[in-house]
């Protein structure tokens, strides 16, 4: 699996069992793509990130965005189960010896899934440093109390990495400090504090808010120091929207084929509608777009992968990416394909936070929020 034409050519004929007709069905019911993210886990696929001593392939992100791209070149959504790719940098990077033993090898397998991102809250939104989940030590445990929404997945996964405060915001000096990451074992916690809704959406993105009600969780299961979570998942987040802008530039490359495909079959006064410049041209235009997003994103790829600084390039890579994938039709999968693509200009971040971010780190004006 370490040439990538040859990743891309085992995603695309993986998906090629999985065709429009099973996305539909799936969106219909609002259903999860069990047999499809399990088809991913058995191929190897969903462990690409994790190193080949715990049982994965030990590669890197940009394998894992070359993935995700076919996967939703393909027609297919990475959203079911793309979590377990970005959410793995933090348990890879900061997590223990005793931690990536007991956990890695089981997600490797598809024994266990570790899917569910606990972040968002009500009251915080995207103001990270805001949230007021509290995780509290008592003896071995920390118990914790809050609420967390928008944690996708969260009912088909066993395992959730979970980010809380374990000192008050007016107890720190800088609002980012005190807080921190645990692996949280949700099959120990459902039925004994923890609760988890489901929140309908307009895509089927099996999303959810999460209560915990004195949730306790053994303390050995506190990832790097208390305290210092966020700075553990700032490096997460990068990767979370370099592969998400992946899955984009996958998405757009999708819709330019079905809209090539069409222009060229589709005859009107005796001549392909695809040869009339008022076609031709906002598809030509939309094929630039995604090209030039696509470098952004490989770009940002190169510098996660050498371990630099790569927060500009991964949130405009974000931003880029989910403007160029696009669709307006309701046939041939593209009205699902529309709202799929189209949460990714709010999520994982919003586009008016990423040109904030852009004009306060990058262009150095004054912080705006």
């Known amino acids: ?6 990743v891309r050519d085992s995603v695309r004929r993986l998906c ?13 019911e609002s259903a999860y793509p069990t047999e499809f993210v399990k088809a991913l886990s058995d191929a190897g696929f969903l462990s690409a990130l994790i190193p080949e001593e715990f049982g994965g392939a030990g590669l890197g992100l940009r394998a894992a965005g070359a993935i995700l791209e076919e996967v939703h070149h393909a027609g297919a959504n990475g959203g079911a ?5 970005y959410i793995m940098g933090t348990l890879l990077r900061h997590g223990n010896p005793e931690q990536k033993a007991r956990y890695l090898p089981g ?5 266990l899934r570790l899917q569910a991102f606990g972040v968002t809250e009500p009251t915080s939104g995207t103001d ?3 949230i007021a989940t509290f995780a509290r030590r008592e003896g071995d445990d920390y118990v914790v109390t809050g609420q967390k929404i928008w944690t996708s997945r969260a009912e088909h996964s066993d395992l959730m990495l979970l980010l809380a405060r374990t000192t008050a915001r007016e107890h720190v000096r800088k609002r980012t400090d005190g807080l921190s990451v645990f692996i949280l074992d949700m099959r120990d916690a459902k039925g004994d504090g923890l609760t988890i809704r489901p929140i309908r959406t307009m895509m089927n993105h099996a999303t ?4 915990f009600d004195a949730v306790r969780i053994p303390a050995n299961n506190l990832i790097g120091e208390e305290g210092k979570g966020f700075r553990y998942i700032l490096s997460g987040m990068n990767a979370e929207r370099l592969l998400i802008a992946a899955e984009c530039i996958g998405d757009a ?3 330019i084929d079905k809209a090539t495909a069409y222009a060229r079959e589709r005859v009107v006064f005796g001549r392909p509608i695809g040869q009339n410049q008022g076609i031709q041209f906002p598809i030509a235009r939309a094929y630039a777009q995604m090209r030039g997003a696509e470098l952004m994103v490989g770009r940002g790829l190169d510098l996660y992968e050498a371990g630099e600084e790569c927060g500009a390039e991964a949130n405009m890579a974000k931003m880029l990416a989910a403007e160029a994938s696009f669709g307006f039709a309701s046939e041939y999968d593209v009205e699902r394909k529309f709202r799929e693509t189209r949460l990714y200009q709010v999520a994982p971040i919003s586009t008016n936070l990423i040109l904030s971010y852009l004009a306060e780190h ?8």
Do not use: K
């Not at 189960?81 to 790719?85: D, G, I, K, T």
């Open 253 to 255: 490359r999708w819709f």
């Open 81 to 85: 189960c793309h979590a377990q790719m």
């Open 1 to 6: 699996m370490e040439n990538l034409a040859d």
């Open 208 to 211: 959810t808010e999460v209560f």
């Open 128 to 130: 990270t440093s805001s």
């Open 16 to 28: 090629a069992a999985f065709p429009g007709s099973y996305w539909q069905a799936l969106d219909r």
């Open 362 to 369: 990058v262009l150095g004006l004054p912080r705006s929020y």
């Open 107 to 111: 997600i490797a397998s598809g024994e």
